[in-house]
């Protein structure tokens, strides 16, 4: 800030031959360079788009930055780091794909004009869907189990199921029949049917009921003659 003052000297200096004074006129230039609104510089805020997210396994999801802010209004620079990758990578957005389930980290480093920088991570849950058959025959008194895996975040089970009779059926011979029996993992019974007979049949089961994580287990059970069965298993995420 600058602050001028005039200063007026009128000095006597002397009296010449003409009988005139002198007039003396100083201009001082008084200059102030302290800065009393200092330029703030603050270090920019770091954001990952989408946060969080749950993908499916060999799907491509698209990172974005964009939504990172410096109040400074610097240009800013983005780096990104993926779990279980030794590169490091640049640019506003990125693709990434996982072949893999799991869980994985990813780090986002935003860096301003100045040098200042923010940071954000994020983790990536990589889903897989299970789809399993097995096939078979079961004898009275006789059991088999079909174990399969449910993961945190299932969607959706569905068990679909063909049973043929092994039994060449005349006369009074009784229809072959099974028991069928679907357990979570931790033995809570979801579903069950008594003496099915040959013939086509399914449950489906929502993620309100699926929430024990682990191996859950189809059972067929013979009741009565001798059975074959086609059992098929998907499990969504």
Do not use: C
């Not at 990172?63 to 990172?68: C, L, P």
């Not at 008594?194 to 994580?213: F, H, M, N, P």
């Amino acid at each position: 800030m600058k602050k001028v003052t005039l200063l007026l000297l009128i000095l006597f200096l002397a009296m010449g031959a003409s009988g005139g004074y002198y007039y003396v006129i100083v201009l001082e230039d008084d200059v102030d360079d302290t800065d009393d609104n200092p330029k703030s510089s603050s270090p920019p805020i770091a954001r990952i788009n989408p946060s969080n997210p749950k993908i499916q396994a060999n799907e491509t999801i698209l990172f974005s930055a964009s939504d990172s802010t410096d109040s400074d209004g610097d240009t800013l620079t983005f780096t990104w780091i993926f779990e279980g990758d030794s590169e490091q990578y640049s640019g506003e957005t990125i693709e990434r794909t996982y072949p893999d389930g799991g869980e994985f980290y990813v780090n986002l480093l935003v860096t301003d004009s100045t040098g200042l920088t923010g940071e954000a991570e994020t983790t990536v849950s990589v889903v897989e869907d299970y789809h399993g058959e097995a096939s078979g025959d079961v004898d009275e008194g006789e059991s088999d189990q079909i174990e399969f895996p449910v993961g945190s975040g299932v969607v959706s089970l569905y068990i679909t199921w063909e049973l043929d009779d092994n039994q060449q059926i005349t006369g009074t011979i009784n229809p072959s029949s099974v028991n069928l029996i679907l357990n979570d993992a931790q033995g809570n019974n979801l579903e069950n049917e008594t003496d099915v007979q040959e013939g086509d049949g399914s449950w489906s089961i929502s993620s309100e009921r699926l929430d024990a994580v682990g191996d859950y287990e189809f059972i067929i059970e013979g009741e009565d003659g001798s059975m074959s069965y086609d059992v098929t298993i998907d499990v969504s995420y």
